[in-house]
């Protein structure tokens, strides 16, 4: 096991298994299996977000993430990030989900709320540096997806840092 999330409402953990490349959900209280989810290959980093009633797991080895629906265990999506993800944070602000992407020291952001048929990641090539600790760093990223009829541009630090968000669809 590597990465691990829990969902308070139904008190399933959902703990990613390197070793067999599942999503393995256990009921917390009990200890017993709920269910095994085949991801992409070497999962890490697990998240539950409680707003959407969804769980986004990083497949380090496939350079994709995982999106399942809490409540049945369905794979919604496969979004393709960057090299080697890793880390997952929430924005509560915007609902975009970050994705830390280890040998290139950069981010993916996958808009949830987008227009699209499925979620999507756009790159941010801009990370912080030791030397924006207390400063302002702006991340700017453009995703344009014609098939789709639209693109999104995101300006701004990560949601829920400051007043300085945009995202636009």
Excluded: K, M
């Excluded at 409680?50 to 979004?79: C, H, K, M, P, W």
């Excluded at 987008?114 to 207390?134: H, I, K, M, Y």
């Amino acid at each position: 096991p590597y990465g691990i999330a829990f969902d308070p409402t139904s008190g399933n953990l959902f703990v990613a298994d390197t070793g067999t490349d599942t999503l393995d959900v256990i009921h917390a209280a009990s200890g017993t299996s709920v269910t095994t989810v085949p991801v992409g290959t070497s999962p890490r980093s697990v998240l539950y977000v409680a707003a959407t009633q969804t769980v986004y797991e990083t497949d380090s080895r496939s350079d994709t993430v995982t999106i399942l629906n809490a409540n049945s265990f369905g794979v919604v999506s496969v979004v393709p990030v960057g090299d080697d993800p890793d880390g997952l944070a929430f924005a509560n602000i915007t609902g975009d989900v970050f994705v830390s992407d280890v040998p290139d020291s950069a981010l993916s952001v996958i808009v949830a709320a987008s227009a699209g048929p499925v979620p999507f990641a756009a790159r941010l090539s801009v990370a912080p540096t030791l030397s924006d600790v207390g400063t302002t760093v702006v991340y700017t990223a453009t995703a344009s997806y014609p098939s789709w009829g639209f693109s999104y541009a995101y300006s701004g630090l990560p949601g829920g840092c400051t007043t300085a968000n945009t995202s636009v669809l």
